[in-house]
């Protein structure tokens, strides 16, 4: 056995560096992505059990906001709680196995969400452009066949993905630059020819992010117009703000996905790219319920219902 052999064989674990930069604010980040995990986790979580018990939100909108809420409480499960265990106990050893799970999870949920979000602006284009059509359009069963389809396709797709790269060899250095297994900072581990891996990343990256965008901003693009055409200054403003607040978020989540994975790294790129990741891993999860369900009337409306049914219930019982 040779000098490299050993040291392929000694790896049985990385080390995942974090904000180690910011030790002196160890406990202050602690406390952030806790709050960060645990708002996320009860936003997303209420979303669900609202558009499962109210009857009047089982609608297609309703329906695909369910399972971006579900993503999100799966997506935030693999990726923080690892996270702020290292930042509570100092230990951000992490095995091969965990980090290839935690690799896989975090990157057939991140293609499932570019899918959703694109679904989710089609659904609205619909509903605004082609109202006498849209029951037809988005029955329950296309419904089903497009949220299953963003499901399934990344999946598959990532899995392919996740055989290629589990080939690869990696020896020596195991510190691995950022807060949770990525693909690119694994790859800078390896001692394996990477070339093919990082082009397979690249046209994966590529196809599940600039599709989705482009459908979404021209969903949103005729949308906007459609809204223009609105007579009501109010009913325009109360459109506006809400499209807006969608695609701010949407260009965000796509945008950190390209800076991350498809932009040329400049130093300055790179220093930030911790960053541009907790853009589309931490922020969308935990902003995702607020813009597109907590802030939404029939959501509202879903809620005070079931408090009152609730407290009603506990009044009868007491």
Request: aromatic share 14%.
């Amino acid at each position: 056995m040779n000098a490299l052999q050993r040291n392929q064989t000694e790896i049985t674990e990385f080390i995942l560096l974090g904000f180690g930069e910011l030790h002196h604010l160890q406990i202050f980040v602690f406390i952030v992505f806790l709050v960060i995990f645990t708002s996320t986790m009860v936003a997303n979580f209420l979303t669900v059990i609202i558009i499962v018990l109210d009857q009047s939100l089982h609608t297609p909108m309703y329906f695909f906001l369910g399972n971006l809420a579900c993503l999100e409480m799966i997506y935030s499960s693999a990726i923080l709680p690892r996270m702020i265990a290292a930042l509570m106990t100092g230990d951000n050893t992490i095995s091969v196995k965990g980090c290839m799970t935690q690799f896989y999870f975090g990157s057939f949920l991140v293609c499932t969400e570019c899918y959703l979000l694109s679904v989710m602006s089609y659904d609205r284009f619909l509903a605004v452009c082609k109202p006498l059509h849209y029951a037809t359009l988005m029955n329950s069963k296309i419904c089903i066949q497009l949220a299953a389809g963003s499901w399934l396709n990344s999946i598959l797709a990532i899995t392919l993905y996740l055989g290629l790269f589990l080939q690869l060899q990696f020896c020596g250095q195991n510190e691995i630059d950022h807060f949770f297994c990525e693909a690119l900072p694994l790859l800078k581990l390896s001692c394996s020819d990477t070339f093919l891996v990082k082009l397979v990343t690249f046209t994966v990256v590529f196809i599940i992010t600039f599709p989705p965008f482009v459908s979404t901003l021209i969903s949103y693009i005729y949308i906007i117009v459609a809204i223009l055409k609105i007579p009501s200054t109010t009913g325009r403003q109360k459109a506006f703000s809400t499209c807006s607040s969608h695609l701010i978020v949407v260009s965000i989540f796509y945008g950190a996905i390209v800076i991350v994975y498809l932009i040329p790294k400049t130093e300055e790129v790179r220093d930030f790219n911790k960053i541009f990741s907790l853009l589309y891993t931490v922020l969308p999860p935990l902003l995702n319920p607020l813009i597109y369900s907590l802030r939404n009337k029939d959501v509202k409306n879903a809620l005070r219902k079931l408090i009152s049914e609730w407290q009603t219930e506990q009044a009868w019982l007491g």
